[in-house]
């Protein structure tokens, strides 16, 4: 069974099924979910330094003398 939910504000047209959206938005929250279940299956640390999963040398890839950590990445103000 295949449902679909609309939210619409203004003159536009809604929504149809066949609809095609980009994928902007999915990808962000992917991106960040992806990370997440790896946090919580204790495959890494939010603590972690972020060049510990990039490829290559980063030497330079600190602030004030510290690593920048995933949590650094994440965290918002």
């Known amino acids: 069974m295949q449902h679909q939910y609309n939210f619409h504000r203004g003159d536009g047209e809604l ?3 066949n609809s095609i959206f980009g994928l902007g938005s999915i990808a962000k929250t992917f991106a ?3 990370p997440a279940q790896a946090v919580i299956d204790k ?3 939010l ?9 290559g040398k980063y030497p330079n890839l600190h602030y004030k003398g510290h690593s920048v950590r995933l949590v650094d990445l994440t965290a918002t103000l």
């Open 15 to 17: 929504s149809q099924s």
């Open 32 to 34: 960040g979910i992806m």
């Open 43 to 45: 495959k890494m640390k």
């Open 47 to 55: 603590t972690d330094d972020i060049r510990k999963y990039l490829p």
